[in-house]
């Protein structure tokens, strides 16, 4: 919107920054005690290949098309959050523990790929496979995610790197604000009242989409 840059660009160099920005917010989130760290590190490991593969797709899609199924996928995850939060959390189960070994690699595969591919930093899509089929809190699901995305967005960040969609000073000035602001938010989510956990996931991913379309 701001900088004119092709939506190949911006994906690849949104996606590197991403690297940086989670970094930072997963320390903070580590420190605060928020995370499942076991969880977050097998399918962080299992999404950085969905990534790298991902970002072997993007290239070969026509622009218009990127933007509208970046978008879709935006509002697609912002519906299933509100759905899925609505209902009362339940208590894991012995068959979903059972499981976990095809639950996990399969939401790192499936949002790791749809981040590299369409560089919309998987987020919403990650909260949800970990809120719908991990039955993570609202809490759980925010920071872990942040744990997840180190290796997606690395992965992802050489596969555009490779394919030559990164623009570096741009990335420079992104990383130098979220950074700061990804260290800082994390210090808020576990004082935040559920209400605006469940606010900020799901109109954060329609406002990404109407600028995407916009």
């Known amino acids: ?26 320390a903070s989130h580590l420190r605060e005690g928020n995370m499942v760290i076991k969880t977050g590190l097998i399918i962080g490991g299992f999404g950085a290949i969905g990534s790298y593969t991902g970002t072997l797709v993007t ?12 978008a879709s996928l935006l509002f697609l995850s912002s519906f299933l959050i509100w759905v899925r939060t609505r209902v009362v959390k339940q208590e894991t189960s012995d068959q979903k523990v059972k499981l976990f070994w095809i639950i996990a690699p399969a939401i790192g595969l499936i949002t790791g790929f749809l981040s590299g591919c369409f560089g919309i930093g998987s987020t919403p899509l990650i909260q949800l496979g970990l809120l719908i089929f991990l039955n993570m809190t609202l809490l759980q699901a925010a920071a872990t995610s942040m744990l997840i995305l180190i290796p997606v967005s690395l992965f992802g960040a050489i596969g555009f790197y490779q394919a030559g969609f990164i623009d570096w000073f741009l990335l420079v000035q992104i990383v130098a604000g979220t ?10 989510t576990k004082r935040a009242s559920v209400l605006i956990l469940r606010t900020a996931m799901i109109l954060l991913p329609v406002f990404g989409g109407l600028l995407l379309l916009w």
Do not use: C, Q
């Not at 900088?3 to 997963?26: D, E, K, Q, R, Y």
């Open 179 to 188: 950074m700061t602001g990804s260290y800082i938010g994390a210090k808020f």
């Open 59 to 70: 290239g070969l899609l026509p622009e218009n098309l990127l933007i509208w199924i970046s």
């Open 1 to 26: 919107m701001f900088f004119n840059i092709p939506i190949h660009t911006a994906l690849g160099t949104s996606t590197t920054s991403m690297v940086f920005t989670v970094l930072s917010g997963t």
